[in-house]
């Protein structure tokens, strides 16, 4: 399995930044794909998950509003869209996944490299 981040970069308060997630390898229909960030100094929070039946939707209280995860199966990936972006919403952002389909979950074996996001004006 890998996971390709891609779409971060430098945006003003207010603006808005796309994510995309490029899977590919999976072998089963049945799985889980989680955006998780991490802030300097700060730990890593799952900032929104969705499963590939789309049953399983989540999103942190942070970003509950302002942020949307969506899968494209023609395209093979699971977007973020993210909106209305503060200061605090600066971090690499990571894209990960597992077999499965409940999110959140405490666990996810496969791992994209990281993207950053910066919201400065």
């Known amino acids: 399995v890998q996971l390709q981040a891609s779409g971060g970069g430098l945006v003003q308060p207010g603006g808005s930044l796309r994510l995309s997630c490029k899977l590919s390898g999976f072998t089963s229909n049945y799985y889980a794909i989680a955006w998780f960030r991490q802030a300097p100094g700060k730990g890593r929070e799952e900032v929104s998950c969705?499963?590939?039946?789309?049953?399983?939707?989540h999103y942190a209280n942070s970003v509950k509003g302002r942020f949307t995860i969506s899968r494209d199966g023609a395209k093979n990936t699971v977007d973020l869209q993210m909106n209305n972006l503060r200061s605090e919403d600066t971090a690499v952002y990571y894209c990960?996944?597992?077999?499965?389909?409940?999110?959140?979950?405490?666990?996810?074996?496969?791992w994209g490299q990281g993207t950053q996001v910066t919201v400065s004006s």
């Open positions: 969705i499963s590939s039946s789309g049953v399983s939707l």
């Open positions: 990960a996944g597992d077999y499965g389909l409940p999110c959140p979950r405490a666990r996810y074996d496969f």
